[in-house]
């Protein structure tokens, strides 16, 4: 790969949103936005390397997706006003043509149209890794390891769905935003989850996809600084992140908690993640601040013996009653083991096992046949353990329940 080439990519991640999001408010149409911006990275990626990087290379970028979105349009023969709106001042400078205040409402649009709960789950995070992110689709492909064509696939939908529920682009009004605001944070949060313990494939952690996250989250705080739970989930992730270095070992297999090398978690984010905290708790924590608290406990304690399991208790408590999920009440059950014991543990488990919710997840079985193996019932800890390994598919996490198969034997 050439400097010319890098220079195209690494300033495209950066800039992508912002271009996209100003075409998206020039033309009033959210997909030949995006299809613009897309035929000026292609071209760059011909000409920089053959020409050299212009001297406003990010100008270059925004004045030849505004062409080639005046020649869809002509083409296509919309409205004479349509066309005079964006071909007005097409080459000025892309510094001189928006004001700052003006690209952070065109970011945050952006934002708000990709995660916008007409589309569906997939669709939210393959269209915002795409056009807010600055993907490719064979990065994002690679990233949930699916094939190209299924991305592609998602996003062309996303963007149809989009024209056709006739979507405006334009940051929701005060009364919406907080609303619709959980949407956007869930479709970080979902990114986020699959980088910091990947699905399915062999490995268990997926750092770029996690990163960028993290970035996004970033880029979100920058537009909307004065909302707590971003905030909140900027801090969960970096204290979260703040683990990745010693959750595995030089293998790639996992390393659990109790097993991990804590001078090997990454103080830069643990401080990261409890400034970001900090910011979030004078309002009041929400879930992803009671989540961000939860992982600041694990990030001060020197082990797990050392861990305040009842603060962590109660943590999760709170989080249960303003966020009900079963998976809340089964993180809270692995922390009631630590504090009191096994016994108590499983009769949380069992509860959570009789509604049926996380009978999809190998999540449930792992966790009650380790409760079951501390208890010293076998027989009944190796049936929930297989179950976990057959449903399980992360091969690295499979890897883990096989061992622990093995040392019941």
């Not at 949103?17 to 020039?26: H, K």
């Not at 537009?223 to 959750?247: H, I, K, N, W």
């Not at 305040?308 to 109660?314: A, K, L, T």
């Amino acid at each position: 790969m050439s400097d010319a080439t890098r220079a195209v990519e690494a300033i495209w991640r950066i800039e992508s949103a912002r271009i996209v999001g100003a075409l998206a408010r020039y033309t009033g149409d959210f997909a030949l936005a995006e299809d613009a911006a897309q035929e000026a990275l292609a071209e760059a990626l011909v000409s920089w390397p053959e020409h050299g990087q212009p001297a406003n290379p990010v100008g270059w970028l925004m004045t030849t997706a505004k062409r080639r979105a005046i020649d869809t349009i002509r083409r296509a023969g919309v409205q004479r006003e349509k066309y005079e709106a964006i071909a007005h001042d097409q080459d000025e400078a892309y510094a001189d043509d928006l004001d700052v205040e003006r690209i952070d409402d065109d970011v945050l649009a952006l934002m708000f149209v990709s995660c916008h709960p007409v589309l569906s789950k997939e669709a939210r995070v393959a269209l915002t890794l795409r056009v807010v992110g600055g993907l490719s689709s064979e990065e994002i492909a690679r990233a949930f390891l699916v094939p190209v064509p299924t991305i592609q696939a998602r996003i062309t939908r996303a963007k149809k769905t989009i024209a056709a529920a006739k979507i405006p682009f334009e940051v929701p009004s005060p009364d919406q935003r907080r609303e619709r605001l959980a949407g956007v944070l869930n479709v970080l949060y979902l990114i986020f989850t699959e980088g910091s313990t990947a699905t399915s494939g062999e490995d268990l952690i997926r750092t770029d996809l996690a990163r960028e996250a993290r970035r996004l989250t970033r880029v979100l705080i920058g537009v909307l600084p004065d909302e707590p739970e971003a905030y909140g989930l900027l801090a969960l992730m970096e204290l979260t992140a703040s683990r990745f270095p010693a959750r595995t070992d030089a293998a790639g297999d996992p390393v659990l908690l109790e097993d991990q090398d804590r001078t090997r978690w990454d103080q830069g984010a643990v401080r990261r993640g409890l400034a970001a905290l900090d910011q979030a708790t004078p309002r009041g924590l929400g879930p992803y601040g009671l989540q961000a608290a939860i992982a600041a406990t694990h990030a001060v304690a020197d082990s797990v013996e050392n861990t305040d399991w009842e603060r962590i208790i109660v943590l999760y408590e709170a989080l249960g009653r303003i966020a009900p999920n079963p998976i809340v009440d089964l993180n809270r059950s692995v922390a009631v083991a630590m504090a009191h014991g096994p016994l108590r543990a499983l009769e949380i488990v069992d509860r959570i096992a009789e509604d049926k919710r996380l009978d999809h997840t190998h999540l449930l079985p792992t966790v009650r046949g380790e409760l079951l193996r501390r208890l010293g019932r076998t027989v009944e800890a190796r049936a929930e353990l297989e179950r976990a390994a057959e449903m399980c598919t992360n091969e690295r996490e499979r890897a883990v329940l096989r061992q622990k198969l093995a040392d019941l034997t």
